[in-house]
């Protein structure tokens, strides 16, 4: 009686192939695992750094750029248009670095192709992501994992009533790795919410969810003092910054 796991072995043999698990799974004869799975492009992901205002996120972004670049690896940095607190076209940090980059509007595409003009980009860096589209944040995702390249989004969470940005919550969908960067509330808790001030220090809680400002329209609280009475200094010392 013929053994069928010997046929199927000995036909495989004469194709110059090798079972290398499981019943139905061959490879080339002479060829190490290894060496076929070497030829799978490394895996690349999303990732989305989050946190509320003045936790660092352009300092940190800049910093993982020049860590590329001192191993003599190209990286694009973009930041949002509509922000032009330290010029157009520039991400600036408040220990005073700062570094040109490309901008992106609504309309903005993110491919491979648009991305590599002369030689291969190594990672994308991305600052102020909560201005990102939900359909930019996909284009990302799918760059990442079907064109192999790394893709690092900084941004907020929220907005100064407590809501979702659009593309931070699609960030938050897709991404593959999320990570929390700390900032500090003046009550010494873990600053998670933003709130925005008008001209006169004054409490504002509605308004456009967009509105570019830096220190003195905005300001890094806790969840306690987020939802304190606005008179309340007391108990609430991050309204009074």
């Not at 003045?54 to 972004?61: E, F, P």
């Not at 509605?206 to 830096?214: H, K, L, P, R, T």
Request: aromatic fraction near 8%; proline fraction near 3%; glycine fraction near 8%.
């Amino acid at each position: 009686m013929l053994n069928a796991g010997k046929v199927m072995q000995t036909a495989h043999d004469r194709c110059g192939l090798t079972r290398v698990r499981g019943p139905l799974q061959w490879r080339p004869a002479g060829r190490s695992c290894l060496a076929i799975r070497d030829r799978r492009p490394a895996m690349s992901k999303l990732y989305f750094r989050y946190a509320a205002m003045n936790a660092g996120k352009s300092t940190a972004l800049l910093q993982v750029a020049h860590n590329y670049e001192e191993r003599g690896m190209r990286v694009r940095l973009f930041t949002a248009a509509l922000d032009e607190r330290t010029g157009s076209g520039v991400i600036g940090s408040r220990l005073g670095l700062q570094r040109s980059a490309d901008t992106f509007g609504t309309d903005t595409e993110f491919r491979r192709a648009h991305l590599e003009a002369s030689c291969a980009v190594a990672c994308v860096l991305i600052d102020e992501a909560q201005f990102l589209t939900p359909e930019q944040v996909r284009q990302l995702h799918r760059m990442a994992h079907c064109e192999h390249i790394p893709v690092i989004c900084y941004g907020l969470r929220s907005d100064f009533r407590g809501e979702a940005f659009p593309g931070a919550a699609m960030l938050l969908t897709l991404a593959d790795d999320v990570e929390e960067m700390k900032s500090i509330c003046a009550c010494a808790r873990k600053a998670t919410m933003n709130l925005r001030f008008d001209a006169q220090g004054r409490r504002v809680t509605e308004g456009a969810q967009v509105e570019i400002g830096g220190n003195e329209r905005y300001r890094a609280v806790c969840p306690a003092c987020f939802y304190a009475d606005d008179d309340d200094a007391q108990r609430a010392p991050g309204l009074f910054g």
